[in-house]
């Protein structure tokens, strides 16, 4: 919102039940109590004490936030005035004004909240009257320079847009309920008179303290000058095969079948990394941790001793809880905020659990590697493939997005199941065209020399046609 609310206007905040309106709205009231402004919360539909339970829950106490319960009079409600030949609602709607008005003439506030206008809606009974009643408390408060929140709940008549025209602003919380994991909430400024705002929807979470906003990342905000030199990886074949490594501020995609080395091959850039005295983050979406950490130490790569020390971040992503805005922020955090320079995310099969459409998952990915590349940081992606041998198909297509992409493959020969390396792409610069063998065993990870000797080793059933082929053959046919 480039800064938050303009003074003395006034704004809707709009959202079903449940989505965080009132706790934004006691956020907003707080924020001005902190800087020595008078506050007032006006509600209609919630009770004092409800406030403060809520308030407590996020572990305020509501200094200096003057709470105006607003109840209809007791003579409104009785028996006589229900059987009068008036309408009780024109008399009401008149009467809330009037106690709204004297609870602002009264505490004189800067910062107001009206919670919420359905009530007012259900008592002007009609779309001009619900007008004009809004019209008339946008300039009784224009009068009193006081910022005001209007809460709409979108209880009655949601596709109501007559505040909308009135209102300064227009901000929508939603609440999204996919069919397996937490629910989803994202922001959308609707409208914002004379301020450029950030359009489009941002991901958000309730969470002690209030609402934590994530707004959507636009790379083309982010760049910085590095040097864009070969990384090494410590493996003297995979270098050799890659030009010498993968550049500084380019990604790199390591794709192939389960069990093949993914994960293992992109530990070791950041051993590396971590060596040369830098940081990096591994964000895990698949393996549990403690599995993870037993499983690289015996391949000699102490991720835990790493972590301890400070020069590995290390979380684990359960994608069915996190939300991509809540996840591109962490790895802002981890970048920004902590000077990481290798980042990991392991893997893209998890990373797409967390999305709603694969459209949407490619231009997420696609504003996080560009901001990485910009930032300088190195980022390797792994990514599972159908099957194990043979054709093979991703799940999702993102090797157009890397700008290195490592094809890990199995295949058989002499009666052993074996792994091969290649460089399919590399933007940065030369790579060699070979197909490397490569083992992984105890002493860890290690590439071989090219496979001159096989045709057809990426289908996973190789031709022998080195020396002897033939002979090879003729055996093997007897």
Avoid at 316 to 337: H, I, K, M, N, Y
Wanted: proline content about 3%; aromatic content about 8%.
């Amino acid at each position: 919102m480039a800064g938050g609310f303009g003074r003395d206007r006034v704004y809707l905040l709009e959202g079903s039940p449940g989505t965080g309106k009132t706790t934004a709205a006691l956020s907003f009231l707080m924020a001005g109590a902190r800087a020595g402004e008078a506050t007032l919360y006006i509600t209609l539909s919630e009770t004092e004490k409800e406030l403060r339970d809520t308030a407590q829950t996020h572990g305020w106490d509501l200094t200096g936030v003057n709470v105006f319960e607003l109840v209809p009079p007791e003579s409104l409600l009785g028996e006589q005035q229900q059987q009068s030949l008036l309408y009780s609602s024109d008399l009401e709607l008149g009467e809330t004004t009037r106690m709204i008005f004297d609870a602002v003439e009264r505490i004189q506030p800067r910062r107001v909240v009206i919670d919420s206008l359905s009530e007012i809606r259900l008592l002007a009974q009609s779309s001009l009257r619900y007008r004009r009643q809004v019209l008339a408390l946008k300039h009784y408060f224009a009068r009193h320079a006081a910022t005001v929140l209007l809460l709409d709940d979108l209880t009655t008549e949601a596709l109501d847009k007559t505040v909308h025209s009135v209102a300064h602003g227009v901000i929508r919380l939603e609440e999204l309920a996919p069919e397996y994991g937490a629910e989803r909430r994202r922001v959308r400024i609707i409208k914002y008179r004379g301020r450029k705002f950030r359009g489009g929807y941002h991901d958000f979470t309730i969470k002690t303290g209030g609402l934590e906003i994530y707004p959507r990342l636009v790379s083309a905000e982010h760049r910085s000058d590095f040097d864009r030199s070969p990384q090494s990886s410590g493996v003297e074949g995979l270098d050799t095969l890659m030009g010498g490594g993968a550049e500084r501020g380019s990604s790199c995609l390591v794709l192939g079948p389960a069990g093949a080395g993914k994960s293992l091959l992109a530990m070791y850039f950041i051993v590396a990394a971590i060596r040369r005295g830098e940081k990096a983050a591994l964000f895990a979406f698949d393996e549990e941790l403690g599995l993870l950490f037993a499983r690289t130490k015996a391949l000699g790569i102490d991720l835990e001793a790493m972590r301890d020390a400070g020069s590995l971040i290390v979380q684990q992503v359960d994608a069915a809880e996190l939300s991509p805005g809540e996840f591109t922020a962490r790895v802002r955090d981890c970048v920004d905020g902590k000077g990481v320079k290798t980042v990991v995310i392991d893997s893209l099969n998890g990373y797409q659990a967390a999305m709603p459409e694969e459209h949407f998952l490619l231009l997420h990915i696609h504003e996080l590697l560009q901001y990485l590349n910009r930032q300088g940081a190195t980022t390797f992606l792994t990514i599972a493939q159908h099957g194990l041998i043979g054709e093979m198909k991703a799940p999702v297509d993102v090797t157009y997005l890397a700008d290195t992409v490592l094809l890990l493959r199995y295949f058989e020969a002499v009666g052993e199941v074996r792994r091969a390396i290649s460089v399919i792409k590399k933007r940065g610069g030369r790579h060699e065209k070979t197909i490397r063998e490569y083992e992984i065993d105890d002493r860890g990870l290690t590439v071989g020399p090219p496979l001159t000797a096989f045709h057809g080793v990426l289908r996973g059933v190789p031709n022998f046609v080195g020396p002897g082929a033939g002979l090879a053959m003729g055996e093997a046919s007897a």
